[in-house]
């Protein structure tokens, strides 16, 4: 009985933590991150894909910002409302396989980690695929205890849209093929229900395959990207890669239910059906991350999909006779959650937000010296500050290209989009090194007409003039 008043409690306390985020988001002077402008500047130049991630983000921000409008608050709210879509979604699943009380913590609790609250901070791709990753466990296993053909599809159009929110979504189906091989309960009900779950696989496939299609047509440029970023040509041990990926973990899941989980590895190899199906679905991702950071590197949030089946396994383990553990983790992580955010509406100087500080006045910079020297043309070399212009000066009908010599590989999208061509035969103010505009044709004179520090990160940058002779 007692216990049930803790829970009411901390719901009581998570519902105000909430509002207390959504205020902070409103009233907070930070800005964007580089990548969230430019995700921002993808949703209005719509394709199949983009350079380095598939499209879906992009899709979200288009039709939220198309209701809601372009404020920063805006789109920082779009992780609040899918993480919160997330949760709840934790909580239907726990209680499908569990009950009713472990639902409830398992949904509080992932709703207060403490990477969940930074990252409800930030749009990001793993927000989308958090959440449809968890749909899609849910409809997975319903679809398999009572198939229809509606749940079949509805389950391929999720397997499809966590693809296309990140291409992480593919664990789920070595995951399945490991649960599948354990499970020999399942496996019969699974190969039972083989027509059901072909039509799931047929719906996922013609759900991807525009974005398949254009990397065909790309040379494959987000698939390499994302080969690239893993750094899998550059194998060799690293133990510092490794403790940062630990210490990350730690931050994400909070020291008490980390420690906790260290204890408990053993109740993970376990192959009682519910616990073998949680463990399947996170176990393999976090080894191959583990071992990926011994190899090369892996930030912290690589392995964001096996949070979802390990918070749930962990209120389970706990649940029963360590009760007083969940709560004082929750407790601890609302803490965390509370003073990331007075933080964040208090405006302090801290480091960690000092890349969302200063771009607004640097914008203006640029938008004074453009209208001084009556050019509307801006050529900037770092796509982050490009994206952050794009987006402060998105109504000042500017024209933003950035450096492209056709021999150069594409390191960018703005490249593929918005390359600036060799022969470009009008003025433009730049911000960039002047190396990477060696290729073009044109004799231009150029002239240094501001200096500025953005931040305490980014310091001297040039803004330049560049004019035809």
Same mark, same amino acid.
């Given at each position: 009985?007692?216990?049930?008043?803790?829970?009411?409690?901390?719901?009581?306390?998570?519902?105000?933590?909430?509002?207390?985020?959504?205020?902070?988001?409103?009233?907070?002077?930070?800005?964007?991150?580089?990548?969230? $402008?430019?995700?921002?500047?993808?949703?209005?130049?719509?394709?199949? &894909?983009?350079?380095?991630?598939?499209?879906?983000? $992009? =899709?979200?921000?288009?039709?939220?910002?198309?209701?809601? &409008?372009?404020?920063?608050?805006?789109?920082?709210?779009?992780?609040?409302?899918?993480?919160?879509?997330?949760?709840?979604?934790?909580?239907?699943?726990?209680?499908?396989? @569990? %009950?009713?009380?472990?639902?409830?913590?398992?949904?509080?609790?992932?709703?207060?980690?403490?990477?969940? !609250? #930074?990252?409800?901070?930030?749009?990001?791709?793993?927000?989308?695929?958090?959440?449809?990753?968890?749909?899609?466990?849910?409809?997975?296993?319903?679809?398999?205890?009572?198939?229809?053909?509606?749940? !079949?599809?509805?389950?391929?159009?999720?397997?499809?849209?966590?693809?296309?929110?990140?291409? $992480?979504?593919? =664990? @789920? #189906?070595?995951?399945?093929?490991? =649960?599948?091989?354990?499970?020999? !309960?399942?496996?019969?009900?699974?190969?039972?229900?083989?027509?059901?779950?072909?039509?799931?696989?047929?719906?996922?496939?013609?759900?991807?395959?525009? %974005?398949?299609?254009?990397?065909?047509?790309? &040379?494959?440029?987000?698939?390499?990207?994302?080969?690239?970023?893993?750094?899998?040509?550059?194998?060799?041990?690293?133990?510092?890669?490794?403790?940062?990926?630990?210490?990350?973990?730690?931050?994400?899941?909070?020291?008490?239910?980390?420690?906790?989980?260290?204890?408990?590895?053993?109740?993970?190899?376990?192959?009682?059906?519910?616990?073998? #199906?949680?463990?399947?679905?996170?176990?393999?991702?976090?080894?191959?991350?583990?071992?990926?950071?011994?190899?090369?590197?892996?930030?912290?949030?690589? $392995?964001?999909?096996?949070?979802?089946?390990?918070?749930?396994?962990?209120?389970?383990?706990?649940?029963?006779?360590?009760?007083?553990?969940?709560?004082?983790?929750?407790?601890?992580?609302?803490?965390?959650?509370?003073?990331? #955010?007075?933080?964040?509406?208090?405006?302090?100087?801290?480091?960690?937000?000092?890349?969302?500080?200063? =771009?607004?006045?640097?914008?203006?910079?640029?938008?004074?010296?453009?209208?001084?020297?009556?050019?509307?043309?801006?050529?900037?070399?770092?796509?982050?500050?490009?994206?952050?212009?794009?987006?402060?000066?998105? %109504?000042?009908?500017?024209?933003?290209?950035?450096?492209?010599?056709?021999?150069?590989?594409?390191?960018?999208?703005?490249?593929?989009?918005? &390359?600036?061509?060799?022969?470009?035969?009008?003025?433009?103010?730049?911000?960039?090194?002047?190396?990477?505009?060696?290729?073009?044709?044109?004799?231009?004179?150029?002239?240094?007409?501001?200096?500025?520090?953005?931040?305490?990160?980014?310091?001297?940058?040039?803004?330049?003039? @560049?004019?035809?002779?």
């Amino acid at each position: 009985m007692e216990q049930n008043k803790d829970i009411k409690a901390l719901l009581i306390l998570s519902f105000l933590f909430l509002l207390f985020k959504i205020i902070s988001i409103y009233f907070s002077k930070l800005g964007l991150h580089g990548d969230e $402008a430019q995700y921002w500047v993808w949703s209005n130049n719509f394709a199949m &894909g983009y350079f380095s991630k598939p499209p879906l983000i $992009a =899709y979200v921000i288009n039709f939220f910002t198309s209701i809601f &409008g372009e404020a920063i608050y805006t789109l920082k709210y779009i992780s609040v409302i899918f993480y919160l879509g997330t949760s709840f979604l934790v909580y239907v699943l726990s209680r499908m396989v @569990f %009950n009713e009380r472990i639902a409830v913590l398992s949904g509080l609790t992932f709703f207060l980690l403490p990477g969940v !609250s #930074f990252s409800s901070f930030i749009i990001s791709t793993d927000v989308l695929l958090l959440f449809f990753w968890t749909l899609s466990l849910y409809l997975f296993l319903k679809n398999n205890n009572m198939p229809s053909i509606l749940l !079949s599809f509805i389950l391929g159009v999720s397997l499809g849209f966590g693809f296309l929110a990140k291409y $992480a979504m593919l =664990y @789920f #189906f070595l995951c399945s093929c490991i =649960y599948i091989i354990f499970d020999r !309960s399942f496996s019969k009900i699974f190969f039972k229900n083989i027509k059901y779950n072909l039509f799931t696989f047929i719906v996922f496939l013609l759900i991807i395959s525009p %974005n398949i299609f254009w990397n065909i047509s790309n &040379g494959w440029i987000t698939f390499l990207h994302t080969y690239d970023n893993a750094s899998l040509n550059k194998i060799s041990l690293n133990y510092i890669n490794f403790f940062e990926f630990l210490f990350a973990q730690i931050f994400i899941f909070g020291p008490i239910i980390f420690v906790f989980f260290l204890l408990y590895l053993k109740k993970f190899i376990s192959f009682e059906g519910r616990i073998l #199906f949680f463990s399947c679905y996170s176990v393999p991702i976090l080894i191959i991350i583990i071992i990926e950071s011994f190899l090369v590197r892996a930030h912290g949030n690589w $392995a964001a999909v096996s949070y979802v089946g390990l918070t749930i396994l962990m209120v389970f383990f706990l649940e029963n006779h360590k009760f007083k553990i969940i709560l004082f983790n929750n407790l601890f992580s609302l803490f965390v959650g509370f003073l990331l #955010f007075f933080l964040i509406v208090g405006d302090y100087k801290i480091r960690v937000f000092e890349q969302l500080r200063g =771009y607004n006045s640097f914008s203006n910079s640029v938008l004074e010296e453009s209208k001084n020297n009556n050019i509307q043309n801006i050529v900037v070399e770092d796509r982050m500050v490009y994206s952050l212009l794009s987006y402060y000066l998105r %109504n000042n009908n500017l024209n933003f290209y950035t450096p492209k010599a056709s021999s150069n590989i594409v390191s960018n999208h703005f490249q593929i989009k918005n &390359g600036l061509p060799d022969n470009f035969s009008k003025n433009f103010i730049y911000i960039g090194l002047d190396s990477h505009l060696d290729y073009l044709k044109t004799d231009y004179e150029k002239k240094l007409i501001n200096k500025v520090d953005i931040n305490k990160v980014k310091k001297n940058v040039n803004i330049q003039k @560049f004019e035809i002779n």
